[in-house]
C-alpha cells in the first residue's frame, strides 16, 4: 500500500527519522549483513563478493571452461548452435559460459589484433583486465602476440589481471601457465578494481580489457513515495519486529545482479529478514550518478507550472510510489580507472538489450528464475 502523503510540519520529522517498510529478497547468506544498515550497492557487493559467503566465493565454478573449442563450420546456422549451447550446459555444472570461452580462441584473438593495430609499439605494452574469469581471454591475447607480434613487443609485455576472487585468481595462473614463457609476463592482483587504494598512477599508455564486467556491478536504488515527493537513498538492514509488512520489493529466488541477461546470482530461498530503510540524499555517488543521468534530487520534472500544479494534485489523489535504479558501480569504476590509468585505451564487451525485466523501478536489473528457463526461452524462438 502506498504511504500517507506527509504534513508540511511533519515533514521534518519525517525525514530526521528515516522511514523502514520491509524488504524481503533474502540474500545469498544472511552472515553478509552485520547490524548496520548498507546502502543497496554493498548489500549486492558482498552477496557477490564477500571473501567467505559471497556467491563468487562459494562457488569455484561458477565460470565454465570448454575442453576444446566449438567447431562452428559444423553447426549449420543459429539453431544448431543454441542447441549444441544447450548440450554444453546441461554437461557442465558450471553456471555460465563468456563469450570469450565460447568463441575460444577467436574472441581473444581480435581483441590482440585489435590492440596490435593501434598500440605504440615503440614502448613496452601494458595490458590489464579486469575480472578475467578462467584466464581464456590473457592466454589467448597472450598467445596471439606470442605468435604476430615482433619477438621484443612479445618479450616486453606486461599482462595483468586485477580478480576479486581468489579461486578465479589461482585458475587464471594455471590457464596461462600452460604456456611456459608467458608466465614471466602475467600476473593476478586478487584484489577489487573499484578500490582506489589498490591502484597507483600509470603514466604510460596503456589496454584495459573489461569483458562482460560492467554487467556485475552492483547497483544502487532511490525511492519516492509518490510522483513529486523527493527521491531517498534505499539501504537494507536486518529486519526487526516492530516493522510492518509490505509489498516483496524483488521478485523470484534468483536475482541478476546489476544488467546481465547472462550472471544469475543466488540471493536465496525467500525469507522476510531484511528491510528497505528510506534516508535522504547524502550519498556522493548517488548524487553524480542522478546527475549524469539528469534525475532531480526534488523528484520533479520539467515542465510548465500548471502541468506541475496538476502532478502534483494527481499525486496526492493517486499517489504512486517510484524507484530507479542507478549504475553507480559502474560510475565508480569507470572513475577509478580514469584517476589510475589517465592514459589508458578501453576495450569492453556488454550485454546491449535487456528482455524480460521484471522487477519495478526504473532501469531496473534483470531477473530469472532460472538458467534452465532462459535456455529454454532461447531455444523455443530459434
Not at 79 to 84: D, E, F, N, P
Request: proline fraction near 7%; charge should be neutral.
Amino acid at each position: 500500500m502506498a504511504a500517507r502523503a506527509a504534513s508540511p510540519k511533519r515533514l521534518s520529522a519525517f525525514l530526521s527519522s528515516p522511514k523502514v517498510i520491509p524488504f524481503s529478497p533474502a540474500n545469498y547468506c544472511t552472515n553478509i549483513l552485520g547490524e548496520s544498515p548498507v546502502l543497496v550497492r554493498d548489500f549486492i557487493h558482498a552477496a557477490l563478493y564477500h571473501p567467505e559467503h559471497g556467491y563468487f566465493s562459494q562457488r569455484s565454478g561458477s565460470v565454465g571452461v570448454l575442453d576444446r573449442s566449438i567447431k562452428f563450420h559444423q553447426l549449420e546456422g543459429r539453431k544448431a548452435y543454441m542447441k549444441h549451447l544447450d548440450a554444453i550446459y546441461k554437461q557442465s555444472d558450471s553456471s555460465w559460459f563468456t563469450p570469450v570461452e565460447l568463441f575460444k580462441p577467436w574472441y581473444a584473438h581480435g581483441i590482440a589484433e585489435a590492440i596490435l593495430r593501434t598500440a605504440n609499439l615503440s614502448i613496452p605494452l601494458k595490458i590489464y583486465e579486469i575480472g578475467g574469469g578462467s584466464g581464456t581471454c590473457a592466454k589467448g591475447v597472450m598467445d596471439y602476440i606470442k605468435l604476430n607480434a615482433p619477438t621484443r613487443v612479445y618479450d616486453n609485455m606486461t599482462y595483468t589481471s586485477v580478480e576479486i576472487s581468489s579461486s578465479l585468481s589461482k585458475i587464471q595462473l594455471e590457464t596461462v601457465g600452460e604456456v611456459h614463457s608467458h608466465s614471466a609476463k602475467f600476473r593476478v592482483e586478487c584484489r577489487d578494481a573499484s578500490d582506489p587504494n589498490g591502484w597507483g598512477v600509470e603514466q604510460q599508455p596503456c589496454w584495459v580489457i573489461m569483458l562482460e564486467v560492467l554487467d556485475n556491478l552492483p547497483h544502487d536504488l532511490i525511492y519516492s513515495e509518490n510522483q513529486v515527493s523527493p527521491w531517498m537513498e534505499v539501504w537494507v538492514q536486518q529486519r526487526h519486529d516492530t516493522l510492518l509488512a509490505s509489498p516483496l520489493s524483488i521478485d523470484g529466488k534468483w536475482f541478476l545482479v546489476p544488467i546481465s541477461t547472462n550472471i544469475l546470482v543466488l540471493l536465496a530461498c525467500l525469507r522476510s529478514d531484511f528491510s528497505e530503510l528510506y534516508k535522504p540524499l547524502h550519498d556522493p555517488l548517488i548524487g553524480s550518478c542522478m546527475e549524469i543521468l539528469d534525475l532531480a534530487k526534488d523528484g520533479t520534472t520539467r515542465g510548465t507550472m500548471a502541468g506541475s500544479v496538476a502532478k502534483s494534485i494527481w499525486s496526492k489523489i493517486f499517489p504512486r510510489p517510484r524507484r530507479c535504479w542507478l549504475p553507480t558501480g559502474c560510475l565508480k569504476l569507470l572513475r577509478v580507472l580514469h584517476g589510475a590509468l589517465p592514459k589508458m585505451s578501453l576495450i569492453a564487451s556488454d550485454f546491449s538489450y535487456l528482455p524480460d525485466v521484471r522487477i519495478p523501478g526504473e532501469r531496473a536489473p534483470l531477473v530469472a528464475r532460472t538458467w534452465e528457463e532462459l535456455r529454454s526461452q532461447q531455444l523455443s524462438g530459434c
